[in-house]
T-cell receptor
Framework: GQSLEQPSEVTAVEGAIVQINCTYQ??????LSWYQQHDGGAPTFLSY????GLEETGRFSSFLSRSDSYGYLLLQELQMKDSASYFC???????????FGAGTRLFVKA | GAVVSQHPSRVICKSGTSVKIECRSL??????MFWYRQFPKQSLMLMAT?????????EQGVEKDKFLINHASLTLSTLTVTSAHPEDSSFYIC???????????FGPGTRLTVL
């Protein structure tokens, strides 16, 4: 089966950098994705790592190490609007469906 | 970017009635659509996966006779909650994936409240 672990909550201050870790156990692996979800809204895609290394998109970066079954999302220059839940997700064995982690609630304080 | 719409955004119904939720990919052809439900402060739980023109594949524990899914075209999938009960109250979110992308694009969600 598949399982993903990520911290339940993270708190940081405006302007800081925060890293949200994700470890996974899957019988097959077709990439690690990150999604952001504000309260009451739908998830929005942030980034995807299919290969090892760092992907950078503006203030957000995502890293993957397939040998360690580990990845992280790095958020820089935090803003209040970054307060949201962040989900890591992996594609299943057949690369067909996406399984989500439990989510990390990020609180950004002034 | 790709756009996925859902309708209605919010619905309140009486116990025992059926509710249909539509999910449309507006600017791409979605070969695969996914239906999730999400309870407050919890993760997205995959309910079923549907491919255009074929029967949906339901996750373990999801009643296929209660949650009817139809993927009639490459741009439309519907989820019908039959004989809804208060415990079916939740946030239902669809997502769609096109032919040549690894990315799932999510609809805005439908908040269902069953009285």
């Amino acid at each position: 089966g598949q399982s993903l672990e990520q911290p339940s909550e993270v708190t940081a201050v405006e302007g800081a950098i925060v890293q949200i870790n994700c470890t996974y156990q899957t019988s097959g692996f077709y990439g690690l994705s990150w999604y952001q979800q504000h309260d009451g809204g739908a998830p929005t895609f942030l980034s995807y790592n299919g290969l090892d290394g760092l992907e950078e998109t503006g203030r957000f970066s995502s890293f993957l190490s397939r040998s360690d079954s580990y990845g992280y999302l790095l958020l820089q220059e935090l803003q209040m609007k970054d307060s949201a839940s962040y989900f890591c997700a992996v594609r299943d064995t057949g690369g067909f469906k996406t399984i989500f982690g439990a989510g990390t609630r990020l609180f950004v304080k002034a | 970017g790709a756009v996925v719409s859902q309708h209605p955004s919010r619905v309140i119904c009486k116990s025992g009635t059926s509710v249909k939720i539509e999910c449309r990919s507006l600017d791409f052809q979605a070969t695969t659509m996914f239906w999730y439900r999400q309870f407050p402060k919890q993760s997205l739980m995959l309910m079923a996966t549907s491919n255009e023109g074929s029967k949906a594949t339901y996750e373990q524990g999801v009643e296929k006779d209660k949650f009817l899914i139809n993927h009639a075209s490459l741009t439309l999938s519907t989820l019908t909650v039959t004989s809804a009960h208060p415990e079916d109250s939740s946030f239902y979110i669809c997502s769609a994936r096109g032919v040549s992308t690894d990315t799932q694009y999510f609809g805005p969600g439908t908040r269902l409240t069953v009285l």
